[in-house]
């Protein structure tokens, strides 16, 4: 069965500093790719997204993904955190026609940032 | 150019009652989908709506129905609430070609 794991719950960093967000997903064919943003009380905002061609994906507020297959690996980063980008962020696959089948998210990594 | 807008935004409901929860997608966008998302989960896939029709669902009782209209705009019905229905009701519109554009959610209560 297709799945996401996101192995860390919890992630605090300081401001400035590097960030990088785990994914590890599980699907059978060439898979779909997603991280979103999600503010308290809020809905998801798509961050990046990759479908194919070039492993690592740029998106919006500076954040970055790369693609590694043999890994079965979609990971997140931001080379300087923001205190605005604290969030929970989620990975998710895609799964069926195109890029608008049905999305399997993973459970989130909460992100704090220290000033 | 209005995102997608769901409605209401908070709701408290009793055990064994019945509930209606409204999306109106984005501008141009035929394809409703709808996510539940309990408290410290990652959301769920409901159900998708296309062409007024059910094209997918997810593993969710048939408690959980749902409705799309010609505007494009869909309902989530839940019957016979139960505590456990308590969560975050997110919609998400897109075109068939395209990605989605979710919305802020519903946030349901069942006391």
């Known amino acids: 069965a297709q799945s996401v794991t996101q192995p860390d719950i919890h992630i605090t960093v300081s401001e400035g500093a590097s960030l990088e967000l785990r994914c590890n997903y599980s699907?059978?064919?060439?898979?779909?790719l997603f991280w979103y943003v999600q503010s308290p009380g809020q809905g998801l905002q798509l961050l990046l997204k990759?479908?194919?061609?070039?492993?690592l994906v740029q998106g919006i507020k500076g954040f970055e993904a790369e693609f590694k297959r043999s890994q079965s690996s979609f990971n997140l980063r931001k080379p300087s955190v923001h205190w605005s980008d604290a969030a929970e962020y989620f990975c998710?696959?895609?799964?069926?026609?195109?890029?608008?089948?049905?999305?399997?998210f993973g459970q989130g990594t909460t992100l704090q940032v220290k000033p | 150019d209005a995102g997608v807008t769901q409605s209401p935004t908070h709701l408290i409901k009793t055990r064994g009652q019945q509930v209606t929860l409204r999306c109106s997608p984005k501008?141009?966008?035929?394809?409703v989908s709808w996510y539940q998302q309990a408290l410290g989960q990652g959301p769920q896939f409901i159900f998708q709506?296309?062409?007024?029709?059910?094209?997918q669902r997810g593993n969710f009782p048939d408690r959980f129905s749902g409705h799309q209209f010609p505007n494009y705009s869909s309902e989530l019905n839940v019957n016979a609430l139960l505590l456990g229905d308590s969560a975050l009701y997110l919609c998400?519109?897109?075109?068939?070609?395209?990605?989605?554009?979710f919305g802020s959610g519903t946030r349901l209560t069942v006391v």
């Open positions: 699907y059978g064919a060439t898979p779909y």
């Open positions: 709506y296309y062409e007024e029709e059910e094209r």
């Open positions: 998400a519109s897109s075109l068939i070609e395209g990605g989605y554009t």
């Open positions: 998710a696959v895609g799964q069926g026609s195109g890029n608008t089948g049905k999305l399997i």
């Open positions: 501008s141009g966008h035929d394809t």
């Open positions: 990759y479908f194919s061609g070039d492993t």
